[in-house]
């Protein structure tokens, strides 16, 4: 098995559709049909893939193309091919920060940044004034668009079976010694009965979620609890010990376009030269003026009132379960900062949708009530709801029980993507629920939901975020159940490395109490980790450790970080005394106190400066990088940030010195011989931090206590061999487990120098 | 199973020990001054403790937390008495170290003490304590930050009482609470810029926050600037004032050095340029610590070494707090106009200028009517407080040691008034570069936001080293460099150049240097000339050492051989005499 996988994986090529090498397994032609090996369901020789992904949502369908893509035979099981590829609540991607993790998922070759490229309606670039550090790439999507282009997508990738069905169980067996874990998943068994082996499985599904909605004083269970086919698999995960958290979100009512006066509101144009998320695409596919616009509208007290007013028919706002603080309901903001009017975006769902989505309204009001809080809007007197808003609570695997590689510590070989930093998918059935009077709305609603049942992976965020948190746990969990596959080292993005780094770092070292949502102020190197060079930090590393990544695109990265460096030397290169850049560009002010020649380098960081200005004055060495409109773009902006990131360097050196301690993950705090109170040891005992640097950012753990871990690490490290790191007990861990993790765990080469 | 059970067990023992890990070792030292006096107080830390006071008072049942009780004193093996005393007991984590600690208070006779220590040492899990381990025991159970630490270091290290005022101070936190304020600011500013950042787009984040954010920054700027403007005070206060006397060769400011210092401590002769090298000396003037050098007389001298000699007091002029310009009184007597340039041609050319006293000499030899032109000439605006002196009469003394402590509260200010003081380098540094940044981000911030806010980033940063509230190796870093390990820097330097020990204590007649001082201080010898000799060619210490061996055997104690200083002294000093 192991060896049939390592040939598979070998580096890997892209392989076209329809020229898939003889190993590749059997594609299906006809999706409807049942698998091949079904059919052979009950008999000994079961399917074999390399990873299984269950649950067909963002989370899954990236983390199915990521394996696949790095040539593991992967096995998607959704209940229906249909909804693959389906947005979820809000109907864009991107946003600040947000469109950060595009690029990046996109660096690493994966499927959304692309297909947004192909399904836009409206794009635009936010925070265009304040640096392009923090620039974000956001656009509204064609939600049918997207879907079609998703199922293409996933339908046409090589080594990717997909199946329809539902998974009843995990198969497990005995743990590898060498890695901590109860146990080890071997395969699943399907809703038919049948099995299939697996390297590794990939659980995208809300098994857990318990999801419960709520409007007005109303609340029905939702989700998948009563689902037959996928009790096996929650009490398998309930019975393994996966702990779980609880939160809460909202969607906001959905309105009918043509009844909307757009006439009164203001408008929001997309941008006229649209760019486009993925680095690969030259431009979007819509032509810039048949974009549609956005709409932007306002509270007022008389919203105000009528929250303040029926507050005691709202239980979802007054329960204690933790909400997200940066989208919250419009009741909160309500509740939070009276006296004040608050945004509300009205956002098209599509070319041909008359849905429009009404970004910052998010209720849970009983639905009458919220008609007529829309009706006193400016703009939407006389606009009809399509479809209530509502809360939604629901159950959440902590994902500090993951480890950055995604993969969970108690099960070995069983990775999670999606749910686990709180996200649900409730959003799908709802958004297909007509208008209807509001009792019978909530049924249809609730039927929906759990007719379709409903795969998380499909975010919550209710502000205008999305849910593409889920598009890079997939890609990570995708990617690394693939390399568990054959061996190889897991692949970890670090905080200095890019903002995928930063997001799973704090998840699964600090946990969530609310909805995640990504910020750049929750990035230490802002000025390094940008949108515009997300390639040249993750392509060659992706393509490299992976081969999740093509070779076309290690090529053009390859190319451009050379044309990049290169331009970067000729600026430096280029030099002209101060009297004489004064007098070809009179706009900048030069220090005149300065009488050595200032370099290109130096003059294009002010603002006024750009690379055509400079190929004027230097024609034969820039005129070629000028150009190159992209390249030209990218040298300024690389120029800018220079001095910064190159000052941070040392502070990174730090940060990456402080990752390179790993603390071994069985180490029980509760026992070891350091200095630490008992509420520093619980502190750690239950965020089980991987290295020193995550210890550092777990929230109350004092100075002190890192100190005292640190000495213990390294005076572990010094004496390796001759000391054994206390384990966690209740696990049974061999004997020469320890030695082998008291070594394993510290060696790096950052270390012997940091000692 | 069996595992499981067993690791329950130790968990078990772990959580009854208050989360300090059950081998880590009890530590115990006599806590209080060394040498005869009438009670010492000997001080135990860690999970033994209950133990080594049940096994010292033979008593199963512990005193009332933090009270004091009246208790036999026995040895546990000979259950022989050792003395009568008080104790007290305080459990983990109330206590100082946030450990199990006991204290007891005995007679201060060395036998006594050495009795009770001998006591503790047999008993299992004790060892004695490494120098500042309580401290550090304390810092690493979360009961003290750095500047707390760096404040009880220097409360025990301070000598006089204006060190002892300011360091209780800083001990208390109030410097730490300062810097602690400033950072919270400065988060606020951040999170201000942050938000604008992150949420201006979607949210109502109103463009004035930027300016409140500009608004918080220039205010903090003009702070952090007059904390720094304080002329150095709280570090000098800290290291002791470097007062340099320099003037023409012949003035006298040899003798004036051993006047001052109530010793001969430098060379004296009638002969012109007898002084070649600088000599340093400590004293306690006011209750102000000051470091006294001796220079070689300013002028163009032609022999070589006189060369070097004049071009060391240069230098020592350079790096002065205060300067005591010594003059001929005698020879400027007949022309009082020339005072001012004699004056000029003594102190440092470069800026900025630097306090100064007009000291002068050889007043005994003056008629009384030069003296009076003298005094008048000196009493202008123009010229620096001066005084008539003769330190062969010693008359005027009292006047220049009034001048000297006026001059001194002048440049150490009153550690008491006004805000906490800067007491270290390293906070004078990580200051700096915090009001660096802050300048950088008011220049960048009509540019790029992301480079602005980076600025404030790095600006809190700097602040958050200060307290220790910055990534792990930093502050093991700053621990290492600053906090107990610093100490053994300085050893470590000294020990390279001739050998520890030997070159801590000089020879005879020759003032140790500052890192000599420094080291010779954090064993707890008190030093201010060489009261420590090397041994005599009997191989016993004579004359003046017999203090330090009093304080080195207590060092070798509660050292127990730990710090390559502490063995040393022990097995140079102490053993030859006991055996």
């Known amino acids: 098995m192991a060896a049939s996988a390592a040939v598979a994986l070998r580096r890997f090529l892209p392989v076209m559709p329809g020229v898939a090498p003889s190993m590749s397994p059997p594609r299906l032609l006809s999706l409807r049909l049942p698998p091949p090996w079904s059919r052979r369901a009950g008999s000994d020789a079961a399917a074999r893939y390399d990873v299984v992904v269950i649950g067909g949502g963002h989370a899954g369908t990236e983390a199915a193309a990521a394996a696949a893509r790095g040539g593991a035979r992967t096995l998607l099981v959704t209940h229906k091919i249909d909804t693959i590829g389906q947005m979820s609540c809000n109907p864009s991607f991107g946003g ?19 297909l947004c490229d192909r399904s836009g309606v409206h794009y635009k670039m936010l925070n265009r004034r304040k640096g392009p550090a923090v620039w974000g790439l956001r656009a509204q999507v064609d939600r049918k668009l997207y879907k079609e282009n998703m199922q293409k997508e996933i339908l046409n990738t090589p080594f990717l079976t997909v199946h329809e069905g539902s998974v009843e169980d995990l198969l497990l067996k005995e743990p590898e010694s060498e890695h901590p874990g109860k146990c080890q998943v071997s395969g699943v068994l399907l809703g038919d009965g049948s099995k299939v082996h697996a390297g ?105 009132k009528i929250i303040h007013d029926n507050l005691y028919l709202n239980n979802h706002v007054k329960e204690t379960t933790k909400g997200p603080r940066y989208c919250p309901s419009l009741e909160s903001k309500v509740l939070r900062f009276p006296n004040r ?221 050379a044309a990049i460096e290169e331009g970067v030397a000729v600026l430096k290169s280029l030099q002209l005394p101060p009297s004489k850049w004064s007098s070809l560009i009179p706009e900048i002010v030069i220090s005149s106190s300065r009488s050595s020649p200032v370099r290109a380098f130096d003059i294009l960081q002010y603002p006024e400066v750009n690379m055509e200005l400079l190929a004027r004055i230097f024609p034969e060495s820039l005129g070629k990088l000028a150009e190159w409109r992209e390249l030209a773009e990218r040298l300024k902006i690389e120029v800018v940030y220079k001095l910064c990131t190159s000052n941070q360097q040392q502070e990174m050196e730090e940060v990456r010195r402080d990752e390179a301690l790993r603390l071994p993950e069985n ?41 005292n871990l640190l000495r213990f690490v390294k005076t572990n490290r010094q004496r390796t061999g001759g000391i054994k790191v206390p384990f966690r007990t209740g696990r049974s861990l061999p004997e020469r487990n320890t030695d082998v993790l008291g070594k394993s765990e510290f060696q790096s080469s950052n270390l012997s120098r940091a000692f | 199973m069996r595992a499981g059970s067993c690791g329950s067990l130790l968990r078990w023992l772990a959580k009854r020990s208050y989360g300090c890990a059950q081998q880590r070792d009890t530590v115990f030292a006599v806590s209080s001054g060394h040498g005869k006096c009438g009670v010492a107080v000997i001080r135990t830390s860690g999970p033994a403790s209950a133990t080594a006071l049940r096994r010292l008072t033979g008593r199963d049942e512990l005193p009332r937390p933090r009270a004091v009780a009246l208790r036999r004193i026995r040895d546990p093996g000979s259950a022989e008495p050792l003395d009568r005393g008080l104790v007290v007991w305080f459990p983990g984590p109330h206590s100082f170290t946030g450990e199990d600690c006991a204290e007891l208070h005995v007679h201060g006779g060395p036998a006594v003490v050495s009795g009770v220590l001998q006591a503790l ?127 023409p060769p012949n003035a006298g400011k040899s003798s004036l050095l051993n006047l001052l210092c109530q010793r001969p401590a430098a060379i004296v002769s009638p002969v012109p340029g007898t002084t070649r090298d600088v000599v ?42 205060l300067v005591l310009a010594v003059l001929d009184a005698a020879e400027l007597a007949p022309q009082p106009g020339r005072l001012a340039g004699a004056l000029q041609a003594v102190l440092p050319p470069s800026p900025p200028p630097r306090p100064c006293l007009l000291v002068l000499n050889k007043a005994d030899l003056l008629a009384e009517q030069s003296r009076g032109a003298l005094q008048q000439a000196c009493a202008g605006d123009t010229l620096p407080p001066a005084c008539l002196l003769s330190c062969m009469t010693r008359e005027g003394t009292a006047t220049l040691l009034r001048l000297l402590g006026g001059q001194l509260q002048h440049i150490c200010g009153d550690p008491l008034v006004g805000s906490p003081s800067l007491t270290q380098t390293r906070h004078r540094l990580h200051l700096t570069s915090c009001l660096d940044a802050l300048g950088r981000y008011h220049r960048g911030r009509a540019g790029d936001l992301v480079l602005a806010a980076e600025e404030l980033r790095l600006a809190r940063r700097h602040l958050g080293r200060i307290t220790g509230q910055v990534g792990a190796e930093d502050i093991l870093d700053i621990v290492f460099r600053d906090f107990c390990i610093g100490k053994k820097a300085v050893f470590k330097g000294t020990r390279s150049t001739t050998g520890l020990g030997w070159s801590l204590l000089g020879a005879p007649g020759e003032e140790p240097s500052l890192p000599q001082y420094r080291a010779a201080q954090s064993i707890g010898v008190t030093v201010g000339r060489p009261r420590v000799q090397p041994l005599g060619p009997s191989g016993k210490a004579e004359g003046p050492a017999r203090e330090a061996q009093v304080h080195g055997m207590y060092m070798g104690m509660s050292g127990g051989g730990e710090g390559h200083l502490c063995s040393r002294v022990w097995t140079r000093l102490v053993n030859p005499v006991l055996g």
């Open chain 2, 280 to 321: 340093e000396t400590t004293l306690n003037v006011g209750g102000y610590p000051v470091v006294l050098s001796d220079t070689a007389g300013l002028r163009d001298a032609r022999d070589p070494v006189e060369q070097e000699g004049v071009s060391r007091a240069r230098d020592r002029l350079q790096q002065a707090d």
């Open chain 1, 200 to 304: 590794s499985v990939i659980l995208t599904t809300g098994t857990f979620l318990r999801g419960m909605v709520l409007i007005g004083l109303e609340k029905h269970p939702a989700g998948r609890l009563g689902d037959q086919s996928s009790t096996g698999l929650a009490q398998t995960l309930e019975k393994l010990g996966f702990a779980v958290g609880r939160l809460k979100t909202g969607t906001p009512p959905r309105l009918a376009k043509d009844t909307i006066d757009f006439s009164i509101l203001a408008r929001q144009w997309a941008d006229s030269h649209p760019v486009p998320f993925s680095f690969l695409s030259e431009t979007v596919w819509i032509k810039p003026e048949d974009q549609l616009s956005c709409y932007l509208t306002y509270t007022n007290p008389k919203v105000e």
């Open chain 1, 667 to 707: 180490l029980d705090y509760f026992t070891i011989n350091a200095s630490l109170s008992q509420e520093m040891r619980e502190k750690l005992d239950s965020n089980r931090p991987q290295t020193i640097g995550a210890v550092s950012r777990i929230p109350g753990i004092t100075p002190a206590a890192i100190l």
């Open chain 1, 341 to 561: 009017i608050h945004q509300l975006w009205l956002e098209p769902e599509g070319l041909d949708s008359n849905i429009i989505y009404p970004q910052g309204m998010s209720m849970t009001l009983p639905p009458e009530l919220q008609e007529q809080v829309i009706t006193c809007i400016q703009g939407l007197e006389k606009a009809k709801m399509v479809q209530p808003g509502y809360g939604v609570q629901y159950d959440f695997l902590d994902p500090r029980q993951l480890t950055a590689s995604l993969e969970s510590r108690l099960v070995q070989r069983l990775f999670f993507a999606g749910q686990i930093n709180g996200t649900t998918g409730y959003e799908e059935a709802a958004a297909q629920v007509r208008c209807c009077t509001a009792a019978k709305l909530v049924l249809r609603l609730l039927s929906h939901i759990q007719a379709l049942r409903i795969l998380p992976g499909q975010a919550v965020n209710a502000l205008r975020s999305c849910n593409h948190f889920d598009v890079w746990q997939g890609i990570i969990a995708g990617i690394n159940a693939c390399l568990r596959v054959c061996g190889k080292p897991p692949f970890t993005i670090s905080r200095t490395e890019g903002y995928i780094g930063v997001l799973i770092d704090d998840l699964t070292t600090l946990g969530t109490s609310e909805p995640y949502r990504m910020f750049t102020s929750r990035v230490e190197f802002r000025a390094f980790l940008r949108p515009d060079n997300a390639d040249s930090r993750l392509t060659p590393r992706g393509f490299e450790e992976t081969g999740c990544v093509s070779r076309q695109r290690y090529e053009r990265t390859s190319q451009i970080k």
């Open chain 2, 121 to 247: 040492g047999r008993l299992p899990g004790l060892r004695p304590a490494e120098p500042g381990e309580f401290t550090k025991r304390a810092f690493q159970n979360g009961k003290l930050d750095l500047t707390e630490a760096e404040g009880l270091g220097d409360l025990i290290h301070a000598e006089t009482e204006a060190q002892r005022r300011q360091a209780l101070r800083q001990m208390e936190g109030e410097l730490g609470q300062l810097y602690q304020r400033w950072s919270q600011e400065l988060t606020q500013a951040l999170a201000y810029i942050e938000a604008f950042i992150d949420f201006s787009e979607d949210d109502n984040v109103e463009e004035d926050v930027l300016t409140r954010v500009d608004t918080a920054v220039a205010q903090l700027d003009r702070e952090l600037r007059g904390h720094l403007q304080d002329g150095r005070r709280g570090e000098r206060l800290r290291g002791g004032v470097h007062v340099v006397i320099a003037g």
């Open chain 1, 96 to 114: 600040i920060g947000k469109g950060h993790l595009m690029r990046e998922v996109d660096a690493l070759d994966g499927l959304c940044a692309r």
